[in-house]
């Protein structure tokens, strides 16, 4: 018999299905939720110890932020895009956010890039980017990207990277953009984007933005493609 929650419960409800939709979101961007992996339901209802309607509810916006999928006969499994569909994905961010920069080089208050600075700040202290291993982001607000559409004062912009593309875009950009050095130069990029944004040189920060997701793209196509090397490796 299915069980009906109580109005007054609500609010309770929606608070459990807000933590199990984060903690789910932060597991699938750091990989610990492996992309293309089946998720069950009763697996997650005993993993985080809560009832079918939260977790629903958390699947639920999990799927609209295109972070999990429904497959026919299969169920729901975390997503996996293609090579095409990662190259396609970062076509989109490259032009996009170069424009976002250009506009906040144009747009972006003395408060708003004081803002930015406090978030590089932020970064600069985390343990995972001082030993080089990752340079892992928070969401919203402490992340530079988001912080920088936002500056760019374009509602279109902000719908299409803040919303549509956003957890897809910062899934493959954390899983694979750190390796090497990369997590310091890209810190580096950042900062020197922000400079040309203070300085209102909107042409220097679209380059320096188009630049920096450029490089990311390539180091993720590269790990992504060793990756898909090392499995197919391991399947024969």
Same mark, same amino acid.
Do not use: W
């Given at each position: 018999?299915?069980?009906?929650?109580?109005?007054?419960?609500?609010?309770?409800?929606?608070? !459990?299905?807000?933590?199990?939709?984060?903690?789910?979101?932060?597991?699938?961007?750091?990989?610990?939720?492996?992309?293309?992996?089946?998720?069950?339901?009763?697996?997650?209802?005993?993993?985080?110890?809560?009832?079918?309607?939260?977790?629903?509810?958390?699947?639920?916006?999990?799927?609209?932020?295109?972070?999990?999928?429904?497959?026919?006969?299969?169920?729901?499994?975390?997503?996996?895009?293609?090579?095409?569909?990662?190259?396609?994905?970062?076509?989109?961010?490259?032009?996009?956010?170069?424009?976002?920069?250009? !506009?906040?080089?144009?747009?972006?208050?003395?408060?708003?890039?004081?803002?930015?600075?406090?978030?590089?700040? !932020?970064?600069?202290?985390?343990?995972?980017?001082?030993?080089?291993?990752?340079?892992?982001?928070?969401?919203?607000?402490?992340?530079?990207?988001?912080?920088?559409?936002?500056?760019?004062?374009?509602?279109?912009?902000?719908?299409?990277?803040?919303?549509?593309?956003?957890?897809?875009?910062?899934?493959?950009?954390?899983?694979?953009?750190?390796?090497?050095?990369?997590?310091?130069?890209?810190?580096?990029?950042?900062?020197?984007?922000?400079?040309?944004?203070?300085?209102?040189?909107?042409?220097?920060?679209?380059?320096?933005?188009?630049?920096?997701?450029?490089?990311?793209?390539?180091?993720?196509?590269?790990?992504?493609?060793?990756?898909?090397?090392?499995?197919?490796?391991?399947?024969?």
């Amino acid at each position: 018999m299915n069980s009906i929650v109580p109005e007054q419960t609500a609010p309770e409800v929606r608070t !459990l299905a807000e933590r199990v939709f984060h903690e789910l979101q932060d597991a699938i961007v750091r990989g610990e939720l492996v992309p293309g992996s089946k998720i069950t339901e009763p697996g997650l209802s005993k993993a985080y110890g809560i009832s079918r309607g939260p977790l629903r509810e958390a699947m639920r916006r999990l799927e609209a932020h295109r972070l999990i999928e429904r497959v026919p006969h299969v169920g729901a499994r975390v997503v996996k895009l293609s090579m095409k569909e990662l190259l396609e994905l970062f076509d989109v961010r490259e032009a996009l956010e170069s424009m976002a920069a250009r !506009l906040a080089a144009e747009h972006m208050s003395a408060e708003e890039i004081a803002g930015l600075r406090e978030v590089l700040a !932020l970064h600069e202290r985390q343990a995972d980017l001082k030993s080089g291993e990752a340079y892992y982001q928070r969401e919203g607000d402490l992340d530079f990207h988001y912080r920088i559409v936002l500056g760019s004062h374009n509602r279109m912009l902000m719908t299409m990277l803040c919303d549509d593309l956003y957890y897809l875009v910062r899934l493959y950009r954390t899983q694979f953009s750190a390796s090497g050095t990369r997590p310091h130069r890209a810190f580096v990029e950042h900062h020197r984007i922000v400079d040309a944004i203070e300085a209102g040189d909107a042409e220097l920060a679209e380059l320096l933005m188009r630049r920096h997701v450029s490089a990311s793209r390539a180091n993720v196509v590269e790990r992504y493609a060793t990756i898909l090397t090392q499995q197919a490796e391991a399947a024969t």
